[in-house]
């Protein structure tokens, strides 16, 4: 059956994805808003991609009619770099929720489905071996570590929605990104002023034949995952015509992806080094180990650990994440050498 998807922040690492996928595989139709258009280019010119230029803080009468005319709601628009909760917390939670709760408001008002983004940050400093999201308990810092602006301001989120779900019969999905990565995630830009996430910032590095900084040494791991990966979750989720994903809370990640961020690290040097283009600057690369505190500043925590438990996912959707952190890292790797 046709649908007709409605995407905020369709320019985004996921919301970009989404939509070419959406485009190449299925009849249904995206209705699209973003500040931006540059990674859209394809999208653009497609007869079932209907955008709109427009800031959602700014627009809710184009919000309003869309959310009416489609059929699921998926409200992207979120800063979502560590290093803007420590210098800009309030820009967090104005835009990723009280700028968010009126479009959730609104698809409550309309009898829409959600589906929103929630995050692995919820899951905060939690200690257990999987994040699961029924039993994990939310682990935070102190208050003057802004670092958790983010995952509170998306567990409220997380919390509203689930209540509307209660409280007013919403149909609403919530998935949780283990740090997605693939191509087009970060501008290099990003990585240059220090905003983006790590593996933007590692790359960046490696073109330039800077120095990589190790956060706290670089112990800390994380389960990397293909944006493809992630992706084709995101589709099984839209496609679900059975209810059964309806209330959920899902996981999206790669256990099989758990690294330290030194491993990382390595992994991209020596992978760069496959590439002609990029051995000379990869070999000047060096690493470098600093506190925390001195790369964000005294708001910053950050988790040790972060796997995700995927059960539901799997059971429920039928998915389970297949691209390896080393072909993951090669996509990024070969986009970046096909527009060099
Ligand atoms: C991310 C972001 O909060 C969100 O993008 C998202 O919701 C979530 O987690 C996710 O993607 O699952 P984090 O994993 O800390 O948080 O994001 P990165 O900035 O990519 O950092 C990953 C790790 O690399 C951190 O431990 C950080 O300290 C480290 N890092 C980062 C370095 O060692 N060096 C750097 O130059 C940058």
Redesign the pocket.
Known sequence: MTKKILILGANGFIGHHLSRRILDTTTWEVHAMDIAQDRLSEQLSHPRFHFFKGDIRLEQAWIDAHIQLCDIILPLVAI????T?ISDPLSVFELDFEANLPIVRATVKHGKRLVFPS???VYGMSTDEEFNPETTQLVYGPVTKSRWI?ACSKQLMDRVICAYGQQHGLRFTLFR????IGQGQDSLAAAHEGSS???T??LYAILHGQP?????G?A?H?SFTCITDGVEALMRILADTSGLADGKIYNIGNPHNDVS?AELANRMVAIAAEYPALRESAAKVHFQALP?TD?YGSGYE??RR?IPNIAAAKTDLSWSPEVGLDAALRSIFTAYDACA
């Open positions: 979502a770099t560590p290093a909760y995050t692995s940050e983010y990104p283990f740090n997605w996430r790590v593996v910032k590692f990589i900084t190790l956060v706290d670089g800390q994380r961020v925390g790369v950050d988790p972060r």
